[in-house]
């Protein structure tokens, strides 16, 4: 029983060791870190070029893997987004003026799998610090270029215009680095000799300039427009005249035309009316006539069907009659008739009968005395 114990206490210890030693070794990170193993090398498709290369690490991104003793190591490569503060001196514009200029430019690793393997392979030992230093050198060496090409005016008036071109010519060289540019942006651009303050004080000239300018226009506009409102008002005024009697002749033209219209409409109504009426007493009186037809030949079929029905009586009373005069007269005198005929007959037969009886019994008797 104690060395059962022993035994389930010994695996249970076991279990435990185990158990600690593989948490110890499974490592994981958040959604913005991914983990670098290295240690082993191992075949995979390059998401470019679609060949298939041979590296000694793989990449796990937001998640966790188990890390095997002595054979692999683990490092942790931050997605995050980087600040970087982007400061030129006195670089020379295409006129020949020297300016400064100060920007702000977020960049970060790209999240495919290529920019991934690159940047692991390139910054995966220099932490952020050298990210920042590497990204920062090329976009200040861009943005001396691209000063270098322009004026200070189009610097200053179009400044984003002037950022876009700093990322469309960093960004490919960032690229190629794993890193993308999130944003960039111009903070402050000066020089040294006053020529943007130069440009200002020209321009605040050219403003007042224009001020005065446009006040004197616009008063001379407000005068133009107050004639021309004038003007317009008295033609508009001569205008509403005219049209109001315009208005009225035509008014006055339509109250007549609709007058002739309704006198017109009376008069072949009170025709229609007459008509109809005349119409309605000629149907009226014909009606009468026809009713008058239909009531007296009514009348008269009902006095033939009345005289109809008395010659039916009449007719049933002679045959009730006839019925009468043979049960009482004429069947009694048949019926005498035939006793009589059949008395008679019976007579004749029983003489007939009677006569051959005797001739039969003398010629009987005359064989007899013969014999």
């Not at 499974?26 to 983990?35: A, D, E, R, S, W």
């Not at 009186?285 to 109809?308: A, D, F, H, M």
Request: net charge negative.
């Amino acid at each position: 029983m104690f060395e059962a114990i022993l035994v389930a206490v010994g695996m249970l210890f076991v279990l435990l060791v185990l158990a600690g030693f593989y948490a110890s070794r499974y490592k994981k990170v958040g959604p913005n870190q991914v983990l670098v193993v290295s240690g082993r090398r191992r075949a995979y498709v390059h998401p470019v070029t679609g060949q298939k290369e041979v590296v000694g690490f793989r990449v796990v991104k937001g998640g966790g893997t188990f890390i095997l003793p002595v054979l692999e190591r683990v490092d942790i490569l931050s997605m995050e987004i980087l600040t970087i503060e982007v400061e030129v001196r006195s670089v020379y514009t295409v006129q020949g003026v020297p300016v400064h200029v100060d920007g702000v430019a977020q960049i970060k690793i790209r999240g495919d799998d290529a920019s991934i393997y690159t940047a692991a392979e390139q910054f995966l030992s220099k932490g952020p610090e050298g990210i920042v230093y590497v990204a920062h050198e090329t976009l200040a060496g861009h943005l001396r270029a691209i000063l270098g090409m322009l004026t200070v005016e189009e610097i200053y008036k179009d400044r984003d215009a002037f950022a876009q071109k700093v990322l469309e010519v960093s960004g490919g060289d960032l690229a190629n680095m794993g890193l993308e540019i999130v944003s960039f942006v111009i903070k402050d651009i000066r020089d040294d000799k006053e020529y943007l303050e130069s440009l200002g004080r020209t321009r605040t000239a050219e403003v007042k300039r224009d001020a005065v300018k446009g006040e004197a226009e616009a008063q001379r506009d407000a005068t133009i427009a107050q004639a021309n409102a004038a003007r317009d008002a008295t033609i508009q005024s001569a205008l509403a005249r005219q049209l109001g009697e315009t208005a009225k002749y035509q008014a006055e033209t339509k109250i007549a035309s609709a007058q002739k219209d309704y006198r017109v409409q009376k008069a072949q109504y009170d025709e229609s009316a007459n008509r109809s009426e005349v119409q309605a007493e000629l149907a009226r009186t014909l009606q009468e006539k026809i009713t008058n037809q239909e009531i007296k030949g009514q009348e008269i079929q009902i006095e033939v069907v009345s005289k109809q029905k008395q010659i039916e009586v009449q007719e049933q009373e002679v045959q009730r009659r006839t019925r009468e005069l043979e049960a009482t007269v004429e069947k009694p005198a048949a019926a005498e008739r035939y006793r009589i005929e059949t008395l008679a007959s019976a007579k004749k037969y029983q003489t007939e009968t009677e006569a051959l009886g005797e001739a039969a019994a003398t010629r009987a008797r005359g064989e007899g005395e013969a014999e």
